[in-house]
């Protein structure tokens, strides 16, 4: 059984790596492509069709790259049932948030700090927000890398479970005419 949880934890380790780093390689790519936009014109426009194809693919790379770990993991097992296929998914979407969370929040509190800055300069410039709204608009600014690294665990790790869910319901395949014993 210890043996089992190692196992799991090592493959739930290597695939979390893999999913984490796919993300991470999305947040560097649109960083980049933000810093090319910031001359602005046409070419601005294009960085951010850039950054929605970008967007989709990695959204569609990460499902299609979580459904073909949790069959490599069933392929590996040969005891995986649909609730270890679960867990090895779950586990793999937890440490890939966390991975993807870290960088996220080193992105936000060195690589790029002045983002919630420029966030908060934007909503200045609203009408309808009054004095008592952007004083504590401009308090939760400091604690904003902390929060969207708590923000970005929990989504992705639910994002991960809820496909995780829906993966493992046919990994391993079953066969309704074996005998179920």
Sequence with gaps: MAEQKNILWESAGKAGLVLGGVSILYLLCTMLTGK?????????????VVNALLWIAKFVGCIW????????FSQADPTADNARVFRFGTLTALLSALLYSAAYLAYTSFLAPDVFDQALEMLRDNPMLDANSMSAIEEMIP???????????IYCWLFGTVLAAIFSRNIPPQNPFTDAQ
Excluded: C, D, K, Y
């Design 36 to 48: 090319v936009a910031e001359n602005g014109g046409a070419i601005a426009f294009v960085m951010t």
């Design 65 to 72: 790259l979580m459904r073909l770990l949790m069959q490599r």
């Design 143 to 153: 604690r904003m890398p902390t929060f969207s690294f708590f923000v970005n665990l």
